[in-house]
């Protein structure tokens, strides 16, 4: 079975990265979207808000399911049989980053890393751009699913 993961913080998920992971599934038996703790970002969701809003949006592709992980990706990656990882690209500073990475995943590991070009319609994306924008009351209903806009406004509003 060719198997992938897709890993990130997703807080929250974004239609960029929903867009990589059902491309991804056309590409691989299963795909499992793994929420990892970013120790550089404080999140605004839990890990198990997070899967589950993650769930209900990816219940559609029979090949895909949700999981966490904590520690080293590579760890993870052998524990459950995955062969590559599958990350999405935004623009040239994604880039310079997750070569990095991948190139540290494969001396560690036998595992391999895919490369995505992010849909050009959701190049601009990020979490934290979406946060931020939620919590200045705009509008992000465009980019992020329906479950997920209603959480980011009750999350916001409870903030404020």
Known sequence: MRRAVCP??????TF??????????HQFDEVIVTVFVNRKKAALFTIEERMQ???QNVAKFKNVR????????????????????VKGLRAVTDFD???QMAQVHTQASSVETMFMAT?????FLSSSIVKELAHFGGDVST????????????????LE
């Open 143 to 158: 980019m992020v699913p329906e479950n997920v806009h209603q959480a980011l406004k009750a999350r916001v509003g409870a």
């Open 97 to 99: 980053y997750e070569l």
């Open 119 to 123: 849909s050009p319609t959701h190049s």
């Open 53 to 55: 809003m993650i769930q």
């Open 66 to 85: 949700v999981d966490s992980g904590d520690g080293l990706l590579v760890e993870y990656c052998k524990a459950n049989k995955v062969q590559a990882i």
């Open 16 to 25: 960029g990265h929903l867009d990589i992971i059902e491309r991804a599934s």
């Open 8 to 13: 990130g913080s997703f807080d929250p998920i």
